[in-house]
């Protein structure tokens, strides 16, 4: 009896794990997603230190909970240097951005397929705008998942890398 409760358990853990999949991709699937990708000489510690927002993060909560914080709203100078490009007023979500830095360079297609992407077409409409650029190999790439993030003018430099487009991943 013991054996078949434990069974009935696991596959329950399974079907809510497979759902919870299920309803992540579907989240995703309602995303339009950003990429950015390039060619980087920093130092792994380098580049990500671009995405630390970790400052901000305790400035800001300090500010929620702190009656004796000194100013009326947190210190928006601390955000990351990712959030200030992409010109985040708070701090970018984490649960929706995935970077891929590798010391040694790949093709785009290989980088491309280091992102949760599951559609293909999608796959390849970022590859496509990728050989628009000009864009063969690279070292870093980056997907961040926002459906009100807009950037109608990209600087130059992200990081060292370029921003690649928008790109929506049909239902």
């Not at 985040?88 to 785009?108: A, C, E, P």
Request: proline content about 2%; charged content about 25%.
């Amino acid at each position: 009896m013991v054996g078949r409760v434990n069974e009935q358990i696991k596959v329950r853990e399974f079907r809510l794990s497979l759902q919870s999949t299920k309803s992540i991709r579907n989240k995703m699937a309602e995303q339009r997603i950003h990429i950015w990708t390039g060619t980087s000489n920093k130092t792994e510690e380098q580049f990500y230190k671009y995405f630390d927002q970790s400052k901000f993060i305790k400035d800001y909560n300090r500010f929620k909970t702190d009656e004796t914080y000194a100013r009326n709203a947190p210190d928006f100078n601390l955000r990351s240097q990712f959030s200030k490009a992409i010109d985040k007023q708070y701090d970018y979500d984490v649960d929706w951005i995935t970077v891929y830095f590798s010391r040694k360079k790949m093709s785009i297609q290989a980088a491309i397929e280091e992102l949760p992407i599951w559609n293909d077409q999608t796959e390849v409409a970022i590859y496509q705008a990728c050989v628009d650029k000009g864009i063969s190999n690279v070292n870093a790439i980056l997907c961040y998942a926002d459906a009100e993030l807009i950037i109608d003018k990209p600087i130059g430099n992200y990081n060292d890398m370029t921003y690649i487009g928008c790109f929506n991943i049909p239902a």
